[in-house]
């Protein structure tokens, strides 16, 4: 190798290894000269980046020098709080505040973004807004913060601070005045619980079984008849001692005869004739798809009781009845009180024709009263096409049609674990034609059934489909990934369903064209708009009002394919 290109190689290495680091632009100076002897030429410059080289005989000798206007400055970034080594006793939800100086952070146009690290697990950020960890369990935990370059590639050297720390939150009673104090806490979970004054002598007759503290206030056992209905009532006595006494009619051929009395009062009247009269105001009521009530009048008089009624039904148009009996013994004392009664087991969208009798103490019996109708309701139909999605790590929203007006679905769910804990989405239920559900803080990387039933009555009760749905299945995603090009994440719109206003957001991760268009469901374009060359986070909000109600579809074409979301406009 000759001299020249030696001193080439060293002038670039000098310049290399000077500016390896900078990520600000400097300007430079102009100037320059050369020197000629004999076969050697010297040319040199100050603060160019191109240098021209005269050559005499057959011997080249070029270097070159640049000086910055002003001095480069590198890029630092500090993590301001917490502080290494520092403790968090009763907070699991850590606030990350860093600074950083000569680094423009933003996606795409500025000088690069950042890769944060909780216990190895990286995330990206392109703004310099404070880091706030969630729910850290106790016990010892790293933050890494660093720097790097619009390409994901860090620094050389490194640009990165670390802190760690520690988390240490004990739960548990912290109110010294409590029972269950617990000195060893440091977080209140509210367990505390206090002195429940009462009697805790189990002699007394007064004793309370739930008292934890004794306030003197026992009352000892005293006996004798306590019936208030009896003659010999005592009303200050506690005990029963069964010496109680009760006057009445004793004669069971009375009317009035009082199976409670031990002494006859001359108290007795005796009944005239029953005419057995057949029951009267019969009608139903809690009528549903397979069941109804039926209702009647109470038949017991002073000259007749009820020993027993019989229902019987069937379906119009057949010749086999149904019969429902309801009775008792020693019922001649005071009559079956009984004026209702519940079937089971009908047919839905059913017509039946009902009739009923009576049989009186005595043994006289009614006749059949008159036949009525009434018609079961048509079954409450389950919704169809039960599915879910995941736009996020935590939520899910669910998503069905249905084949006929219903009043709600209830929608439960639980992991997907043998024993698991059902637990709903949109409470008590989600009301009809409301067509989608969400459902947040569910836990990432977790799998999950889910599974609906619909109930036809506002109040809920028996009037529901047969059983539930289907349950499906799915894992909650650790990072959010739209099919249609691992560009695109985190898309969301909300709120879904609406009534006119949605917006929409997603995150474009790297540099590409898109095309976000909102159609009908023939397919025809109601809004369109192009995104050239397009990274980083998207907003936007739609305005659909003028629209017909139905169903949209939001479509976002990308480098690596097509994403769809149905948009509900109610």
């Known amino acids: 190798m000759n001299k020249r290109l030696i001193l080439s190689f060293i002038a670039v290495a000098v310049v290399s290894i000077t500016f390896a680091q900078q990520v600000s632009r400097h300007v430079v100076a102009s100037g320059g000269n050369y020197s000629s002897n004999s076969g050697y030429t010297i040319s040199s410059t100050i603060g160019e980046s191109m240098v021209t080289t005269l050559t005499s005989t057959s011997n080249v000798l070029t270097q070159g020098f640049q000086q910055s206007f002003s001095n480069p400055v590198d890029p630092t970034i500090t993590i301001i709080n917490p502080l290494n080594g520092d403790v968090f006793p009763n907070n699991n939800n850590i606030g990350i505040d860093f600074a950083i100086t000569d680094f423009v952070v933003a996606a795409g146009t500025g000088d690069g973004h950042i890769h944060y690290y909780v216990n190895g697990a990286m995330t990206m950020k392109y703004d310099t807004l404070p880091i706030t960890l969630n729910g850290l369990a106790n016990g010892s935990h790293q933050i890494i913060i660093e720097l790097v370059d619009n390409s994901h590639q860090g620094f050389s050297p490194n640009i990165a601070d670390t802190v760690n720390f520690s988390v240490n939150v004990i739960y548990g009673c912290t109110d010294s005045t409590a029972l269950n104090y617990d000195a060893s806490a440091n977080t209140d979970d509210g367990s505390c619980t206090y002195c429940i004054d009462g009697c805790m002598d189990a002699t007394q007759f007064n004793y309370d079984a739930n008292a934890t503290c004794d306030d003197g206030s026992c009352i000892p056992y005293t006996y004798g008849c306590t019936d208030a209905s009896a003659s010999n009532y005592n009303s200050t006595v506690n005990t029963d001692d069964g010496s109680c006494i009760w006057l009445g009619c004793t004669d069971v051929a009375a009317d009035n005869y009082d199976a409670t009395a031990t002494v006859d009062d001359g108290s007795c009247t005796y009944p005239t004739v029953c005419t057995s009269p057949s029951p009267t105001g019969a009608y139903v009521t809690e009528l549903t798809h397979d069941r109804v009530r039926f209702n009647w009048d109470d038949m017991n008089s002073s000259t007749c009781m009820v020993e027993q009624y019989r229902i019987r039904y069937r379906e119009v148009g057949t010749s086999v009845w149904s019969s429902k009996t309801m009775a008792g013994s020693g019922l001649c004392q005071f009559g079956l009180g009984t004026t209702s009664k519940m079937t089971l087991n009908l047919q839905s969208s059913t017509t039946y024709e009902y009739y009923m009798k009576a049989w009186y103490c005595g043994g006289s019996s009614s006749g059949w009263s008159a036949l009525q109708n009434f018609t079961t309701e048509d079954d409450c139909q389950n919704i169809v096409n039960f599915t879910v999605s995941t736009p996020t790590t935590t939520k899910a929203d669910f998503a069905w049609d249905t084949v006929s007006a219903y009043s709600f679905v209830r929608l439960q769910l639980r992991v997907d674990t043998t024993g698991a804990s059902w637990f709903t989405a949109g409470g008590f239920g989600v009301f009809y034609p409301q067509l989608s559900k969400s459902k947040n803080g569910l836990v990432s ?115 690596d394919g097509v994403v769809n979301k149905k948009l509900i406009l109610q």
């Open 445 to 559: 990387g977790e799998s999950y059934r889910a599974a609906a039933r619909t109930w036809c009555n506002p109040n809920g009760g028996p009037y529901r489909s047969a059983t539930w749905s289907t349950p499906i299945f799915w894992t909650q995603p650790t990072s959010v990934r739209i099919d249609g090009g691992a560009a695109i994440a985190n898309l969301d719109v909300y709120p879904n369903p609406s009534r006119g206003v949605f917006n929409i957001t997603f995150t474009s991760e790297s540099i590409q064209d898109l095309r976000v268009r909102i159609l009908n469901v023939v397919g025809e374009v109601i809004i369109s708009e192009d995104l050239d060359q397009f990274i980083g986070e998207y907003t936007k909000q739609i305005n659909l009002k003028e629209n017909a109600k139905g169903i949209y579809f939001l479509e976002i074409e990308t480098n």
